[in-house]
C-alpha cells in the first residue's frame, strides 16, 4: 500500500482555503483500513486522491455529528448512503481518482467535530461495507472564527492577508399569529415578525409563544452571511363549552357555524372570546359573548324571552265608584221614564 500523502494546507487567500490530503483505497486488504486523519476548518476544501484497481468508480461518503449511522453524500449531507446517497468519482487510466470536496457546499451546514469519509469501490454503505473494499479518512473540522496565514512560506516582500472574521448572519422571525414572543437561545427577541442580525453562523434553539396559544420550539441555523426565513405557525389551546338555554330545543350558532341544539357540549374549542347564537320558534333570537378558557369547561344559560306581540292582553277594570254610580243614575233614569199606569 502506497502511504498517505501529508496533509498540505494551502492559503493563497482569506477567503479560497484549500486543504490537500491524499487518500489512498486500499483493495488488497479487505475489512476497514484507515488513511490517515487530517485537520480543517468548516469551508476549507479537501482534495482526496487516492488509487483504485477493482472498479472503475470510487463511491465516496461520510459519517460524523448529527449525520445518519450509515453515511451520507459528501456533496448532499441530506442524501442517506443507504439510500443511495454517494458521491462517485471516476477512475482514470492509470487507477487514479480524486476528489475536491468543497466543506461548506454540502446541501446543509456541517457541525464542527470529527468526520470520517469513506472511499468504497461499489455502492455500499455503512450498512453492508462486508461486501465492498475500501478505506477511510478522518477529518476533523473546526469553525472558521477569524482565519489566519502562516508566515513561514511568505517570501520577502510578499503582502500579508489580514485575519478575516466570520461574517455574521441574520435570522428573520415570522409567526401565525402575529405579535408572539420570540426567544433565541434563552434571550427575548421581541415581537413577530421581527429580524434578528449579527448572528454568529450556527444553529440556534427558538421558542414562539403567544397567549392561548401552544409554544413552538424548534431549531434555526444561521449561515455566514446569509439570512435565515423562519415562519411558526402556532396552534392555539382549547377548552370545552356547555350551552343550556330555557327552554330546550334551541338551535345554536358559535362565530357563525351551526353548533347543534340545547343543551350542547362543544369539545376542543379555541380558547378566547366566541360569540354564541340561539334561535326558537316563537321566542326572540339570542346573543352572547362567552370566554372559553383554556383546558378548562365553561357553561353558559341562556334564558330566551317571547315577544311582546304574543303575550295576550287583559281588558283594565273599570273603577268600583264609576261603576256604581252607573248603575244608580240607571235606576232613576228607569224610575223617571218609566210608564204610570192609568195614565
Known sequence: MEPLAACKKSRP???CRVIWAGLLLCVLLAGAVSAGSIQSYIGDTVKLSGYCYTSQTVYLFLTGPNLPANGVAL??????ADQGGFTQVSVDSNNHWEYDWGTGATGGRLD????????????????NLNEAQYSTI???LSSPG???????SSPPGSAITTPVEAVP????????PEDASVVVNGNYQGRSPISIPGLAPGTYLVNVSRFNYETLSTSATVEEGATTEMTATLRPKTGSLAINTSPEGANITLDGTAAGISPVTLNGIAAGNHTVNATLAGYVPFETEVTVIADQPVTTTIVLSRPASLIPEIPTPLPVPVTLGACIAAGLLFVLIRPRSGA
Open 13 to 15: 487567500a482569506p477567503v
Open 75 to 80: 456533496d448532499n449531507i441530506n442524501y442517506p
Open 112 to 127: 464542527a467535530g470529527t468526520y470520517t469519509v469513506w472511499a468504497v469501490d461499489g455502492p455500499n454503505s455503512l450498512a
Open 138 to 140: 478522518s477529518v476533523t
Open 146 to 152: 477569524i482565519g489566519y496565514v502562516t508566515a513561514s
Open 169 to 176: 448572519g441574520i435570522l428573520n422571525v415570522s409567526s401565525v
